[in-house]
Structures are given as C-alpha cells and as structure tokens.
C-alpha cells in the first residue's frame, strides 16, 4: 500500500476520536476530524454546528421530514461536499478519517483502507459522556440510544449498509475491555505491518 | 491477568478455526476446539456428529422444534454438559477456545478472558469453504446464510444476545481484508500487551 487511510466509525461516547488522535500521533499522519466540519461550513456557508448534526444524524423526522430548510436538498448538498472533501483529503496522501461514513465514501479506495469500528459497552460510554465530555448525569443511557439510532439511520440511508456491522469493516475494537491506549496502538500495528 | 482465556466465536467459513490454532502456536497455549465436542460425546454417549451439530446450531424446527429424541430435553443436557466441560477446560490455565458460546459461558471469567469474533464478507468464505473444506462450488452463498441463520438462532436463544454483535467480544477481526495470518498476529499481541 503506498497512501494508506485509516477510517474510524465510532459509537457516541467510546473514545473513537481520541482512539483516531493517538493513533495518527503514534504513525505521524493527520487527524481529520473537525476540518471536515469547518470545510463544509465554509463551503456551504451554513454554521457549523449545524453541519455537525446534518453531516452524522438524521432528523427524526428522517430524510423527507418536512423541517423547513432542513429539507432533502440541504442534506443532499451537504452529503456531496463531504464526499467531495473526504476524497481531497484522501488524495493528499495517508491520513485518519473520523466518521462521517468515511469508509464508505472512500470505498472505491478499497486496497488502501484500513477501516476501523471503534464502540464500548453502555456502561462505559456512559461514563465516559458524563465525565469527560461534561454531559448531564441525568439518564445518559437514554441519550446515547438516542444517538445511536439517529447515527445509524444516517449512516444506513446514505449508505445503505447497517452501521456498526462487523462486515463493513476490517477490525471493530472494544475500548470499554481493551482501553483507549491499546486500541490507539492495535490500529498503529495493523497499519504498519501491513505496509 | 494470571490465566487468560482466549474465546474465538468465528463465522463459519471465515478461518476462525485456523486463526485460533495460529495463535495458540504462536502463544504456546491449547486451542480447544473438536476436543469439546469429543468430550460431550463420550459423557453424553451421543455420536460426535450429532453433538457437533446439536453444540453451535439451531435446527430448523427451532428449540421446542418436534424432531423426537432429539427434543428440549437433549439439548438442555448437551448444553450443561458443554458448559460443564468449557469451565473445566478453562480453569486448568490459558487457552483457546473455539466457538460453543463459551464467551458467554465464561462470563463470570470477565477480567481474564479475551472475547474475538472472526468474520469475513460472503464472497471470501465462500472462496474458503468450497477450496478449503472441498464443500460443492454449487450456490455455496446460500449453505453460508443457511449456517448463518442456524448459528445465530443457537448463540440467541443460549445466551439472550446478537451473534455477531460486536458489544459481545473485546475485539472482531475481517480475515476477508486482514487475511488469517494477520488475525493470529493481532490476537498474539493484544493477549501478551494485556499481560
């Protein structure tokens, strides 16, 4: 493999994104994460938080819910300027996508993909949104169900694969067992033995 | 960790089998696999085939299925007598054990047990079974379905979880993409780093 890409699809609250951080600091290759959003926002010039929550989850209301501006060509434009920058960063050369069904849209990448599913259990997601990302201690199972199932109804209407099926990846990693660190370093040596 | 077991529930067809005897080579530690069921055959009397068959899938009458001797009754007793066998295997030290539930039959092991789940897309077990297995080059998809179906509906109605669902193992590996000998490097590393 010359330019390899890591994708990370993660659960809400299982540590994906600093998995994809450590990882990409270990192997000295860039992170994108953020950017995706900011690049989106500038191009398109809506905000971007709510690019944010337009470019990974659905609406309940679904793709045709009748939300005003909200509506199917919204998301439309702004699914295809995330293809479109997740392929320019691509093509800039080895990298760590987190997201935003990376795995997919980069699917015609094929040899070059390291496709990663990063998830936990409840419990220690739970935990984890209310300790380190400062969420309510209030019920966070109900909110992480919440966003599991609007995460998976993006991902599976834009993709038309199930999100979170072991098929649709080449390794899925436990940090609730396993931890951050030797997830961060399990995608470190499969990336690098398979150079 | 001071004895560590290695559970490996694989699709069929994807090379779980091998990669667990790869890896118990390489850490120097038994892969119980077709010892089980040798082991239930003699305790129960039942013939090895029909163990093997009765010890990881559903028939197609479903558990309360009317197929005479082999009935509820039997299958509870197999079961017990597998459970009984997997825990003793387990408490003589570090291994392997292949299939049969026993990540869910160890689960009072918790902090000692590495959880795997092998798997592979349809069109490289396909490959695998009909040059592997020497099993018949005609609809192989469909065999795989079918043992999928019957595999799932077991571990579901043994266990009251998903097979296959990646919140029931510590980590789940493509052999499809990684490749077995991949696998067996992957699982090696993670068992000694956990050390």
């Known amino acids: 493999m010359s330019d390899k890409i890591i994708t990370i699809s993660r659960q809400f609250g299982s540590g994906g994104r600093t998995v994809a951080r450590k990882a990409a600091d270990m192997l000295g290759i860039p992170c994108y994460d953020r950017e995706i959003i900011q690049q989106i ?3 398109s010039g809506f905000a971007e938080d709510y690019v944010s929550e337009q470019s990974e989850y659905m609406d309940d209301g679904g793709f ?3 939300l005003g501006m909200y509506g199917p060509t919204t998301r439309i434009a702004i699914w295809t300027e995330q293809c479109q920058i997740i392929k320019d960063l691509a093509d800039k050369g080895p ?3 987190v997201g935003r069904c990376a795995d997919y849209v980069l699917k015609e990448y094929h040899e070059d993909l390291l496709k990663c599913f990063i998830y936990a259990d409840m419990e220690s997601r739970a935990h984890r949104i ?3 990302y400062g ?6 199972e109900k909110r992480l169900k919440d966003k599991d199932k609007r995460r998976a109804a993006y991902y599976e209407i834009y993709t038309d694969q199930d999100f979170g099926d072991p098929v649709n990846y080449d390794l899925c990693l436990n940090t609730g067992t396993l ?3 030797a997830c961060a370093e399990i995608i470190t040596q499969v990336y690098k ?3």
């Open 41 to 43: 926002a500038e191009k």
């Open 193 to 195: 033995n398979q150079d």
């Open 95 to 97: 990298c760590i996508i």
């Open 64 to 66: 045709f819910g009748s």
């Open 130 to 132: 209310v300790s380190q």
């Open 135 to 140: 969420e309510s201690p209030e019920k966070p």
């Open 179 to 181: 931890g951050i660190d």
